[in-house]
């Protein structure tokens, strides 16, 4: 995850900023798009699970909104 979150970090602040501000209205804005945030993982991850979080991610409310959280924690300056 902490390769994940740095490339969705800049996304989930923009859309959270266009679209109102919940954590929820972030994640279904960037959940569409966000295939090639993940692509960075598969350098140093095993490809299936990089699939899985990223199916888990854009698929799975609970999981995605919680991803979405903390990339908006690092956005602020936040330690996850």
């Known amino acids: 995850m ?5 490339a969705l970090t800049e996304k989930v ?11 929820e209205e972030a ?5 569409g798009d966000s295939e090639a945030s993940f692509q960075a993982a598969l ?8 699939l ?3 199916s888990k991610f854009m698929n799975n409310k609970a999981v995605g909104t919680m991803i ?3 990339a908006l924690t690092l956005a602020a300056g936040e330690e996850v």
């Not at 902490?2 to 740095?6: D, E, F, N």
């Not at 994640?27 to 959940?31: D, L, T």
């Not at 350098?43 to 990089?50: D, P, S």
């Open 2 to 6: 902490r390769i994940i979150l740095p």
């Open 13 to 23: 602040d923009a859309a959270r900023h266009r679209g109102g501000g919940s954590v």
């Open 27 to 31: 994640w279904k804005a960037i959940r």
């Open 43 to 50: 350098n140093t991850v095993a490809r299936v699970k990089v």
């Open 52 to 54: 899985y979080v990223a």
């Open 68 to 70: 979405t959280q903390a």
